[in-house]
């Protein structure tokens, strides 16, 4: 019964792949939310596929931006093959949703040690993001 829920995935590492940070103050404090964007990224090789996941962390005031956060995290995951073919039927779900997912604590604990290392007051804790209604979200989102 348990075998049934072991995922034909597994991660083989995560890695820092971009971490730029830009603060107008030399000590930041928040002045009001901040914008967070998430992208999603893949490519996929004989028997992995490796998950780019690039969160961006923004506060605008005016023209002058105060505070930018760019970090690029890749998680690589193996998978199974059965005959040539990838087992899991759900290979565009666990690119977008069950990878990102795995990847994003770190890209939240690597912001939240940035931020508390440059001398931040109160380090930026992310949100936990609930990556399938991120999917549902942008599928309901004209393209354009």
Do not use: C, W
């Amino acid at each position: 019964m348990v075998e049934e829920a072991i995922s034909q995935y597994s991660l083989k590492r995560i890695a820092l792949v971009k971490s730029v940070f830009e603060s107008a103050q030399n000590f930041y404090e928040p002045q009001k939310e901040l914008s967070l964007k998430v992208d999603v990224k893949h490519k996929e090789d004989e028997n992995s596929v490796t998950v780019f996941l690039n969160v961006t962390v923004l506060e605008d005031q005016g023209k002058v931006k105060d505070l930018t956060l760019d970090v690029t995290m890749a998680g690589e995951f193996e998978y199974k093959k059965n005959g040539g073919e990838r087992l899991d039927v759900k290979f565009k779900e666990f690119v977008k949703i069950n990878a990102p997912a795995i990847i994003y604590p770190y890209v939240r604990q690597h912001i939240r040690n940035l931020t508390l290392e440059a001398g931040f007051k109160q380090p930026i804790i992310l949100p936990i993001l609930n990556f399938v209604r991120l999917v549902e979200k942008s599928k309901n989102q004209p393209s354009g």
